[in-house]
Antibody, heavy 119, light 108 residues
């Protein structure tokens, strides 16, 4: 059974960098046909796809966040990470990691972690 | 970017009833590249349907998806107590991949 678990600080100051990690168990991040994704959900709002990356480095980012986002895979630790620079209050959200099937859907997902941007 | 609009925002039904959830796209979703997810409070979203009508592994057959083009539907034939949750549609026909705002299915 594949499981994903997010970890990282729950509070980030404005203008700083948000960094989160997603630990993968039950599967390898080097599995073919999969990308490793981040999605976020601001309080009371819908889901927003942030981007995804394969272990070979192929990536695709949401244009609305592309200038500030980096997603990377660490094959030695079987995990992947999100970095979002220059955060503001609008980046406050629950951040979820998920495995993205190259056919286009997300399965499975982590439970999500709330990150607040505040001084 | 394809905008997905889900309706209704909230659906109040009783166990045993039939639920029909709608997802409308602002432009055609190519090749029926649409998925449905279920999310319960404090839990990870769960894939229910992909390809507009294919059930994911382990999903009961009371869940069914249909539609094409711009109009898609998730139907739950007979509601079980564990089905009350928030449901999201997602299109993967074109990047950026987008989600609907969700339909909350609550017990009447």
């Amino acid at each position: 059974q594949v499981q994903l678990q997010e970890s990282g600080p729950g509070l980030v100051k404005p203008s700083e960098t948000l960094s989160l990690t997603c630990i993968v168990s039950g599967d390898s991040v080097t599995s073919g046909n999969y990308y490793w994704s981040w999605i976020r959900q601001p309080p009371g709002k819908g889901l927003e796809w942030i981007g995804h990356v394969s272990y070979t480095g192929r990536s695709n980012y949401n244009p609305s966040l592309k200038a500030r986002v980096t997603i990377s895979v660490d094959t030695s630790k079987n995990q992947f990470s999100l970095k979002l620079i220059s955060v503001t209050a609008v980046d406050t959200a629950v951040y979820l990691c998920a495995r993205f099937d190259s056919s286009g859907w997300f399965d499975p997902w982590g439970q999500g972690t709330l990150v607040a941007v505040s001084s | 970017e394809i905008v997905l609009t889900q309706s209704p925002g909230t659906l109040s039904l009783s166990p045993g009833e039939r639920a029909t959830l709608s997802c409308r796209a602002s432009q055609r979703v190519s090749s029926s590249n649409l998925a449905w997810y279920q999310q319960k409070p404090g839990q990870a979203p769960r894939l229910l349907i992909y390809g507009a009508s294919s059930r994911a592994t382990g999903i009961p057959d009371r869940f069914s998806g249909s539609g094409s083009g711009t109009d898609f539907t998730l139907t739950i034939s007979r509601l079980e107590p564990e089905d009350f949750a928030v449901y999201y549609c997602q299109q993967y026909g074109s990047s950026p991949y987008t989600f609907g705002q969700g339909t909350k299915l609550e017990i009447k």
